[in-house]
């Protein structure tokens, strides 16, 4: 028994037995996304070699290194798409159900646990009741009772009936107002670093025509080589 491909210890291949004929060869070629390796057997030597040397492949079985760059820019611009897809599918699906609702943060007063840019998760007060030490987004409401914004801070203290007493990590002082159980919209269960920025109007406006410009290049290329 004899091993093959001697320099490479990742392609354990072996052969047995001896030949019928002195001018017996054998030309064995494995074939991977790394390239290819080739080995001629003869009765007396095995000696790595290319396979080009001695056969032609028909087209359909080579693969070249163009070819390996357009199949990773297709499942990378694949990957890309069914991952978005899946995001927006996702809150799609979880705010028409009221159970998760999503808010993209626009200021750094809750840095460094939750950064401009990044996506809260809310689950509403009734899944997660709010206590101290967590964050919830509320409802910032004038004198009147006209609202003005929404707003995602830390409970330091109060309770439901009462009010609660919210502050930004990164503030210096807390909210002036007390929001109570009515005006708060849910409790943050989970952040998504960044999204924020990549699902925002202008780079959605940049975004979408890229990929859409590289998937038909790349189905371009492909149908080139076809």
């Known amino acids: 028994m004899r091993k093959l491909f001697i320099e490479d210890p990742e392609l354990d291949v072996w052969v047995e037995g001896e030949a019928k004929n ?4 054998v030309l064995l070629t494995i074939s991977s996304f790394a390239g290819t390796k080739t080995v001629l057997i003869t009765p007396d030597v095995i000696a790595e070699s290319q396979a080009k ?16 760059r ?11 798409g069914y991952f978005f897809s899946a995001i927006i599918l996702t809150f799609a699906a979880l705010s028409t159900t009221g159970a998760v609702k ?40 004038r004198f009147s009772g006209e609202s003005v914004g929404l707003f995602t ?17 990164a503030n210096p002082s807390p909210d002036v107002q007390r929001p109570k159980i009515a005006d708060i919209e849910g409790v943050v269960f989970f952040v998504l670093p ?8 202008k780079t959605l406006m940049i975004l979408i025509p890229l990929l859409v410009g590289i998937w038909f290049i790349a189905d371009a290329l492909r149908n080139s080589n076809d």
């Open 22 to 25: 002195a001018d017996s060869k």
């Open 53 to 68: 040397h001695f056969v032609e492949a028909p087209p359909e079985r080579v693969v070249t290194t163009k070819q390996l």
């Open 70 to 80: 357009i199949k990773k820019v297709q499942s990378t611009v694949r990957f890309v």
């Open 102 to 141: 999503a808010r993209v943060v626009l200021t750094g007063s809750m840095a460094p646990a939750i950064n401009p840019g990044d996506i809260v998760l809310l689950a509403s007060p009734s899944r997660i009741t709010p206590e101290v030490g967590e964050v919830a987004t509320y409802t910032a409401r």
């Open 153 to 169: 801070h830390r409970i330091i203290g109060g309770d439901a009936e009462t009010g609660f007493t919210m502050k930004g990590d």
């Open 194 to 201: 960044f999204l924020g920025y990549l699902l925002s109007a």
